[in-house]
C-alpha cells in the first residue's frame, strides 16, 4: 500500500531544525509526486543549492529500505547521486541527496532515453560487489527463494553483480545533459549481472515492447548474452508468479496488474520459443 506523504512543513519542528543545522535554512520545498514507499520525498532548496530529501518514520515496517541505501550508495556512484547523510531523529530517518536535475525515464519503444538507461547499466554492471551484511544487501538466491522453491535451481541467480532490481522508469532520472542516474536503492541485491535485464523487461513490456523488442534491449547488455537461458527462463517464471501473487494482493493498484500481465506475456513469449 502507498505510504500517505507528508510536506516538509508538517515534520515535526525538531526534525526540520536538525535537518537545516546540516544543510542550511530550507528556503523553499518541493514535495514530489513520483514515488510510493517514502513518506517524505521533497526538494529542498537553500541558498547553497538544492537537495532532494526522503524518509520513513522508524517505527515504520519498510524503514530497513533507508539502512539499505546508506549502505550500498558509496558503492554505486557511478550511476547514482551522492547520499549526504543519513539522520534518524524525533522518531524520523531521512537520507539526504544531491539533487539530480531530471525527470522520469521514457520507457516506450524508441524512447531515446533507452540507450542512456542501458549505458547506466553496462556500467553498473562492472561495478566490484561490496562485502555487505546480506540483510543490507540481499543474495538473489535468498532474496526469490520462495518464487523458486528448489535450493539447487535457485542457484543460477547467484553471482557477483551488484542488482538494482526495481526499473520503475520513475527510478530512471535522465538529465538534461542525457545521461540516467539510477536512483532508489531500496532492494539492492547481489547476484547474476543478467537479472537486472531481466527485471527490466516486464517494466519495457508495461511501457509498450513487444517482448521480443524488451529482449532487444536487455540484450544490449553483455551479461544477457553470456546468461544460460534456461537460468532466464527460470526467473521469467519465477516473476511472472510474483507479479501475479503482489497484483492479487493489492487489487486495486492497476500498475501491479499491468506488471504480473506483462511478466506473464515475456513468459508465455520464452516458453513458445522454446517450442520452436
Ligand atoms: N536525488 C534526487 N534528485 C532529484 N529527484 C529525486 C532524487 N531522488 C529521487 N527523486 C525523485 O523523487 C521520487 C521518489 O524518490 P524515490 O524513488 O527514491 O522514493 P520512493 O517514494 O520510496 O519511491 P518508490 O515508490 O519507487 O519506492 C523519484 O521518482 C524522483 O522523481
Ligand atoms: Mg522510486
Redesign the pocket.
Known sequence: M??P?IAWEHLPASVRHAVEALIGPVVSATT???????AI?T?LQTRQGRV?V?GLRTDHRGVV?QQREAAINPHVRAVS?ELRWRIEIAGWDLLC??????R?ADYRPGSPDLPHLVAAMRRLAELPCPDLPSVYFRRAEQRWADAISDPAAREVLAGNAILHT?Y?P??I?ITSDGHA?I??W?WPTKGAAWIDPACLIPRLIACGHSPASAEDVARECPAWEDADPAAIDLFASALTRLWSEISQDQPGEQWKRALAVSAQQWHEHRSAAMIV
Open positions: 502507498p505510504v506523504r514530489v509526486g513520483d514515488g510510493q514507499n517514502s520525498a526538494i532532494f526522503k529500505t547521486p541527496f544531491h539533487h539530480v536535475d531530471g522520469g526495481d520503475n520513475a527510478n532520472l542516474e536512483i532508489d531500496a
